[in-house]
Structures are given as structure tokens and as C-alpha cells.
């Protein structure tokens, strides 16, 4: 089946430390999207990226990085310099036509 | 100004009832039109799509969609307590979008039996 697979499902980051959240598609697309989603808000875009080797800030980079070395991976870093990183984070996948989304990661700060 | 914008929540309205949700969007000029539903804690997954104007119907779900006066709508039939989630108005703009969505806030529904 194809489809979007962000890992993990919960992370708990201690003040001070970088964490990695993964994102792997198999929908053969070209862009991909992370967001970020606070308690009964809406999504607000991180980073994206239209094309591997490529990517762009969204609404909200500061203290976040990506990287796209292959078209199937667009993983998040978030780094201590983002100071309230707790929240759920969305990786989606696709464009005009409609995106598919990941399960999404629950970040916590401990 | 938001460039999409839909009708504050949260919305509440009896089993059985029809559910309207709204939407509108600044840019004259998009092409795509997306309505997604969200259950707590999960993630948002694709309901509705319409890029013409005027409805489609897809089984209970109507979306409606009217260029000229900007804005889109999602009508829920016979609504069920397992409709009760939130549901996010997403459009594409086209042009420099580069197949970017943009997302509305989102509009709680809660259905009551």
C-alpha cells in the first residue's frame, strides 16, 4: 500500500537537545511538507520541498531544518534553538491534486 | 487578512441534521478546492475535492463551490456522532503556489445524539 509513514509516534526531547523526526513516502511524489499543529489550532507550515536537493522555508522555520537527499525521505529536525517545540507535527506529501498525510509525531518537551 | 477563512466553530447540530460548513479564500484566482477531516489526535485525511463550479456529491457529503463569490462548502446529510471531528478547508491557488495547499483554521463539528 502506498502511503506515508512519520516515526515516531511520540518523542519526548530534554531542553537543550536536537531531535530527528522521520518521514518516508512511497507515493512516488515530488513534494513534501512538514507542519506543525498546536492544541485546537491549525496547520502551520514548517518547510517544504518541491524536488530532492531542494526545499524552502515555510510560515514558521525558525529553529527547525530539513534536508532532501532522496525523493522518498524529508526528515525534521528540531533543533534548541525552537524554544516551545512541543506540539504535533504533520509530514504530507503530494500538490495540486490533494496531499496525503503521516500518522504525525507528538513531540514533548521534558 | 487570511487567505482562507472558515465559519468559527465550534458547530453543533443534532443526529440526523444537515451540517454546513464554510469556507472562503482571497485569491480569485484558485483553482483547487479540498475539504479534509481531522479526529482528535489523528491526523487530516481527504474527504472532498472540487474544482468546478457548483456541487459534488459524494454520498452524504455535498461540496459546493462558487468562484465568482469566493467560497466553498461542505454539507453533511444525515449527520452521525461519528462525523463529529474537525474539518480543515484547504485551496490551491495556482500560479507561484507551486502545488503548495493553503489550510483554513479549521471548524469543530460535534454531533449530538
Known amino acids: 500500500d502506498g502511503g506515508i509513514t512519520q516515526s515516531p509516534k511520540y518523542l519526548f526531547r530534554k531542553e537543550g537537545q536536537n531531535v530527528t523526526l522521520s518521514c518516508e513516502q512511497n507515493?512516488?511524489?515530488?513534494?513534501m511538507y512538514w507542519y506543525r499543529q498546536d492544541p485546537g489550532q491549525g496547520l502551520r507550515l514548517i518547510y517544504y520541498?518541491?524536488?530532492?536537493?531542494?526545499?524552502q522555508k515555510g510560515d514558521i522555520a525558525e529553529g527547525y531544518s530539513v534536508s532532501r537527499e532522496k525523493k522518498e525521505s524529508f526528515p525534521l529536525t528540531v533543533t534548541s534553538a525552537q524554544k516551545n517545540p512541543t506540539a504535533f507535527y504533520l509530514c504530507?506529501?503530494?500538490?495540486?491534486?490533494?496531499?496525503?498525510f503521516g500518522s504525525g509525531t507528538r513531540l514533548t518537551v521534558v | 487578512q487570511k487567505e482562507v477563512e472558515q465559519n468559527s466553530g465550534p458547530l453543533s447540530v443534532p443526529e440526523g441534521a444537515i451540517a454546513s460548513l464554510n469556507c472562503t479564500y482571497s485569491?480569485?484566482?484558485?483553482?483547487?478546492f479540498f475539504w479534509y477531516r481531522q479526529y482528535s489526535g489523528k491526523s487530516p485525511e481527504l474527504i472532498m475535492f472540487?474544482?468546478?463550479?457548483g456541487d459534488k456529491e459524494d454520498g452524504r457529503f455535498t461540496a459546493q463551490l462558487n468562484k465568482a463569490s469566493q467560497y466553498v462548502s461542505l454539507l453533511i446529510r444525515d449527520s452521525q456522532p461519528s462525523d463529529s471531528a474537525t474539518y480543515l478547508c484547504?485551496?490551491?491557488?495556482?500560479?507561484?503556489?507551486?502545488?503548495?495547499?493553503?489550510f483554513g483554521q479549521g471548524t469543530i463539528l460535534t454531533v449530538h445524539p
Open positions: 504530507a506529501s503530494g500538490a495540486s491534486g490533494g496531499y496525503t
Open positions: 507515493l512516488n511524489h515530488d513534494a
Open positions: 520541498s518541491q524536488i530532492v536537493n531542494d526545499f
Open positions: 485569491d480569485r484566482g484558485s483553482q483547487s
Open positions: 472540487i474544482y468546478s463550479n
Open positions: 484547504a485551496v490551491y491557488a495556482g500560479g507561484t503556489s507551486y502545488g503548495k495547499l493553503t
